[in-house]
């Protein structure tokens, strides 16, 4: 799903701070970054070019190792779906491994396991990446096997209904069976007033239980063509070898349809603020978390994006940062506390903050906690220091994830499939370079503002968010009888 540019750097050496977890690498002293000459020099040698049917192809020379990950990318997620026809993006990532007119189903995937290749798919709002990672000598491989499906894959009824049965299984085994899942999915709802990011990627069910194969194959006509996607091989590779072997596969695929403008319901002014609560006996530590709409790095104003970046690491990106010291070293209060900050997207993303008490502490005084840091960031700012200690963590963790070859393939076909250019990822730590603390103390008073805000409460069966993690009632609270009932949400 998931990434702005930070958030796939910070994945190769970072633990997800959207998924809540609170754990983090050990403190490291703050030192000025010197970036090493092959970190330095991997963006020089990028280059990119398109074929006559309009696919655009990036390669990334990484000679390190005798490895390639080849990565294509259609520029189609969930967000692009027609209305009622939830979950369609992700049901065609699975049909996509079915039969073509040249191979039976399943002979993509042998051939690569045959050679201990690895191979899969995702999909998010904006995308869906098919990807592969082989020797070098099996790349025409893999491009011949990737090409053929753009083209010629075959789809009937029978199909169509056994993976819907498959993908309405995965929704019920990672979403139904999950309460946190499930609460993401009410968040997303509530967050999202208009913009289709508020559907969830996966589809909801009533709407997965319809989808079928007219839907199916006018989604493959239209999206996936060549001049609505961007192809990017990485590893020991070089551009005139990829440009040959793209002509020579790609190169043949006709382009069938004109996708048009990415021109998708924008979000209105957010005027209150809204509080969802999901209580669930398969719950055993509650939780909160505070989001808020922020722009993405491909809508925001010059340098916003960058600060909002910033202000998450400062606030509570890291084991340094000011929620997880004050509440989690100092006064023990919470087990687990962060923030985050989701820019990736082509339209509006969105800045959270989360946390998890612990002992005595209630899931109030966790997020009063978290409350008072965020104020003291609108009312007084950062620090130079703070700010610049942040700003070596964000280029440290770039440094190590452009030392992998499918980490740089992932940050520029998630860039250029939102809207973004190379140009943008190459001077991306430049911008980084250039945020001062008057524009992260700027950001956070445009942004952070607690009347727009979605806060979510994850407890216990009986639990309520002033009551302490084992489930006893504060002190000075009165216990009020709680219905007793499976899984709910609670809108308010």
Do not use: C
Not at 285 to 311: C, H, I, R, V
Not at 338 to 349: E, H, K, R, T, W
Not at 398 to 423: C, E, H, N, P, V
């Amino acid at each position: 799903m998931i990434p702005t540019i930070r958030r796939i750097f910070a994945a190769f050496v970072l633990t997800g701070a959207l998924a809540g977890a609170g754990v983090y690498a050990p403190a490291q002293a703050e030192t000025a970054v010197q970036t090493p000459a092959t970190a330095e020099s991997k963006d020089d040698l990028v280059s990119s070019f398109y074929l006559d049917n309009g696919l655009e192809v990036v390669v990334i020379p990484d000679h390190r190792a005798p490895v390639v990950t080849h990565m294509l990318w259609y520029h189609v997620g969930s967000a692009d779906e027609e209305p009622g026809k939830s979950g369609i993006a992700h049901f065609f990532e699975h049909l996509m491994f079915k039969a073509t007119k040249t191979y039976p189903a399943g002979e993509f995937s042998r051939k690569v396991a045959e050679i201990g290749g690895q191979e899969n798919a995702f999909t998010s709002y904006d995308y869906t990446a098919f990807y592969q990672q082989v020797s070098p000598q099996a790349l025409e491989m893999v491009m011949t096997y990737e090409a053929d499906r753009m083209e010629n894959l075959i789809l009937n009824e029978d199909v169509v209904k056994t993976e819907r049965d498959v993908v309405l299984e995965e929704r019920r085994s990672r979403t139904d069976s999950n309460p946190g899942a499930l609460l993401a999915e009410e968040v997303n709802a509530t967050l999202y007033q208009n913009s289709p990011y508020r559907m969830p990627v996966i589809g909801w069910q009533h709407e997965m239980e319809k989808l079928n194969l007219k839907d199916a194959l006018a989604f493959y006509v239209k999206y996936y063509t060549p001049n609505n996607a961007t192809l990017v091989v990485s590893g020991d590779v070089d551009p005139a070898t990829v440009k040959a072997l793209a002509e020579k596969t790609y190169g043949k695929v006709p382009r069938r349809a004109e996708p048009g403008k990415r021109d998708r319901p924008q979000e209105p002014e957010q005027n209150t603020k809204r509080t969802v609560s999901l209580a669930d006996p398969r719950v055993s530590q509650p939780s909160f978390q505070k989001m808020w709409l922020a722009p993405s790095y491909t809508n925001a104003k010059p340098g916003e994006a960058e600060a909002l970046d910033l202000l998450s690491e400062i606030l509570g990106g890291s084991s340094r940062s000011r929620i997880y010291q004050a509440l989690v070293v100092k006064d023990g209060s919470a087990a687990s506390a962060g923030a985050f900050y989701q820019g990736g997207s082509l339209d509006d993303g969105s800045f959270g903050v989360y946390g998890s008490p612990r002992g005595d502490a209630t899931l109030s005084d966790v997020e009063a906690g978290i409350d008072a840091q965020i104020a003291r960031i609108i009312k007084d700012g950062v620090t130079e220091d703070e700010l610049e200690k942040a700003r070596n963590r964000f280029l440290k963790s770039m440094i190590f994830a452009r030392d992998s070859q499918a980490g740089m393939a992932r940050i520029y076909g998630s860039t250029l499939s939102t809207g973004q250019t190379i140009k943008d990822i190459q001077e991306w730590p430049d911008r980084i370079k250039a945020v001062k603390v008057a524009d992260i103390q700027a950001v956070a008073k445009r942004y952070l503002v607690d009347g727009r805000s979605v806060t979510s409460y994850l407890m216990p069966e009986d639990g309520k968010p002033d009551m302490p993690a084992d489930g006893e009632a504060a002190p000075g609270t009165a216990e009020q009888e709680q219905p007793q009932a499976p899984a709910e949400g609670v809108l308010q």
